[in-house]
């Protein structure tokens, strides 16, 4: 049986997926829209949505990010209790490093 440590949910992760991550990390049940937005606040730069919702997706068959239903047109997106292990062991592992 193999064991996986939170932190390997996030070493092959892309820098946009890991940002995409740390985006949902605040609040639960964003529209993809607003994900969107909260990387082009972050960027300073348009984010393009054929980058934006593809990579939620994969996030989301990871296991590290669930989709849901807000209504017949959006989908919310809610980090999972792996994503956010993920990111606290990112965040412990960034601490040791400095």
């Known amino acids: 049986m193999s064991t996986t440590r939170p932190i390997d949910d996030f070493v ?3 820098a946009f997926q890991r940002d995409v991550l740390w985006a ?6 964003l529209s ?3 994900v969107k937005a909260t990387l082009e606040a972050y960027y300073n730069d348009d984010v393009n949505p054929g980058t934006v919702y593809p990579g939620l997706d994969k996030l989301a068959e ?3 990010v669930e989709k849901g239903k807000r209504d017949e047109r959006t989908n919310e997106y ?3 209790e792996e994503g956010r292990k993920a990111l606290s062991a990112r965040r412990l592992w960034e601490g040791e490093s400095l």
Do not use: H, I, K, Q
């Open 78 to 80: 809610t980090l999972t």
């Open 24 to 29: 949902l990390a605040g609040e639960d049940g």
């Open 12 to 14: 092959d992760l892309t």
């Open 32 to 34: 993809g829209a607003t």
């Open 62 to 64: 990871r296991g590290l």
